[in-house]
């Protein structure tokens, strides 16, 4: 067996090796073959073929017995891969049984033969995608659970806003996991269908044994019949490739984050460490976030190769002209970025590597100003809104323009500590009493993850 030479250099660094398993060149046309051999046993249950011709047909649906090569050049001539691939399983099935040739691909067009391969290995694709998403979100919600009290900086616009929990953070991160799940589900009816429609999409070929034999195809596939054949209906295919898209959205968030708390400056959060890891070439001390630049680079990718399969959407009549070209590379290469992804996304996960320590000392590089909001609530309560926001806004000021802590300017101020206490300060100024609702958001995402699991 020849297979053809590949671009390997990157493929185990963005790419799962189970999902280039499923769309390497043998994957593919592994799928066709299937079609073919149920195709066969279908039109045999149905009668429309000999029963005898069913043995040689599939024996000969084994994709080791292809050239590759041969295969990728003679497409270039015919225009898709199922034309050279059918030619060549008719001499594969001539070579034991020549009157078992006569019956392959019997009232199938090529299209059909390429749609359902690609649906067969969407599937396994999308069991992949499935597992690695259901492990994701259980790692997610167990270091959610974890961290749900840990305080760190809120960030707004890239500045210090009010704190936040590293718990409520990652509760997002599981959230968005959450979401993609169930949206997988909610498109599996609609994305796992037959497609068999022959020159037309009437199946005119096949007369009054049509539906039977699409019935009986179907159902040798494992696939759902649906209400017509959809050979420029390309819906399925694109909602499919969007939810990708989502998925790789979240996922470059995720690692976003992580980037930005590696950061010398923040230093709060880091990838899990490995010997060779995240090195730099020049710089012995760098220690890179190159998981999450596998995240961040699939979410940049993934929305261009998406726009290609929409622009692709309005295709000519029965049978489109370049348009269903277009997608044949393009959605397997989405599946691949996503997985590729999707393990870096579980790597980091499992092993974040959390410095609270750095997170509290973080918190205080303000000297307080970051709890100025929790002060003022309290303050308007006793004194009006507007002199509390005032009060406060010019205590801040002072302590920013004095270089002092905002608890020391606050003490010092006789309109704050005629209505706040030595003690309401502290605990004012102490980050883990205005956390809010962290905890509970947490607990909100880990019950919709588990709810979705069990």
């Not at 305080?151 to 959230?175: C, D, E, S």
């Amino acid at each position: 067996m020849n297979q053809r030479p590949g671009n390997q250099l990157f493929e185990a660094y963005f790419t799962a090796r189970d999902m280039r398993d499923v769309f390497c060149d043998q994957g593919r046309v592994q799928a066709m073959l299937d079609f073919e051999a149920a195709l066969a046993r279908a039109e045999a249950r149905v009668g429309l073929i000999p029963p005898t011709a069913v043995a040689p047909i599939e024996a000969a649906c084994q994709a080791e017995h292809y050239d590759f090569i041969a295969l990728g050049e003679a497409i270039a001539t015919a225009g898709n891969s199922a034309i050279p691939l059918v030619k060549a399983l008719g001499k594969q099935i001539a070579k034991n049984d020549a009157e078992a040739e006569r019956f392959v691909h019997l009232g199938a067009t090529s299209q059909d033969v390429m749609d359902t391969g690609l649906v067969l290995q969407l599937r396994r694709a999308l069991t992949l995608i499935e597992s690695d998403l259901a492990q994701l979100g259980e790692t997610l919600a167990t270091q959610a659970l974890r961290y749900v009290a840990t305080p760190l900086a809120g960030r707004t616009w890239l500045q210090h806003a009010t704190p936040v929990t590293l718990g409520m953070k990652i509760a997002g991160w599981l959230g968005a996991v959450t979401r993609s799940r169930q949206r997988l589900q909610a498109l599996k009816p609609r994305l796992l269908v037959l497609q068999f429609g022959g020159a037309s999409g009437t199946l005119a070929a096949l007369g009054e044994q049509a539906m039977p034999i699409a019935e009986a195809l179907a159902a040798e596939l494992q696939l759902s019949l649906p209400e017509q054949p959809w050979h420029t209906q390309r819906d399925r295919l694109v909602e499919f490739a969007a939810v990708l898209g989502l998925i790789a959205g979240s996922l470059g968030k995720f690692g976003r984050d992580i980037s930005l708390l590696m950061q010398t400056e923040a230093a709060e959060v880091f990838e899990p460490s490995a010997p060779g890891k995240g090195g730099s070439s020049t710089m012995p001390h760098k220690r890179n976030p190159v998981g999450a630049a596998v995240l961040i680079g699939a979410a940049t990718r993934v929305p261009g190769l998406l726009s290609t399969l929409f622009s692709a959407m309005p295709q000519e009549h029965e049978r489109s002209l370049g348009l269903w070209h277009a997608e044949w590379e393009t959605l397997p290469e989405i599946c691949c970025l996503v997985s590729g992804a999707l393990q870096q996304a579980l790597s980091l996960a499992d092993g974040l590597e959390v410095d609270a320590d750095r997170m509290a000392r973080n918190l205080d590089l303000t000297q307080g100003l970051v709890l100025a909001e929790a002060v003022s609530i309290v303050l308007a309560q006793r004194v009006g809104r507007d002199t509390a926001h005032h009060l406060l806004e010019q205590c801040c000021k002072r302590a920013v323009a004095e270089q002092r802590h905002l608890r020391a300017v606050l003490g010092d101020e006789p309109q704050v500590t005629a209505e706040l206490s030595a003690v309401e300060l502290d605990r004012l100024l102490d980050p883990a009493h205005y956390l809010g609702q962290a905890h509970t958001w947490v607990e909100r995402a880990v019950a919709e993850h588990s709810a979705l699991t069990a």
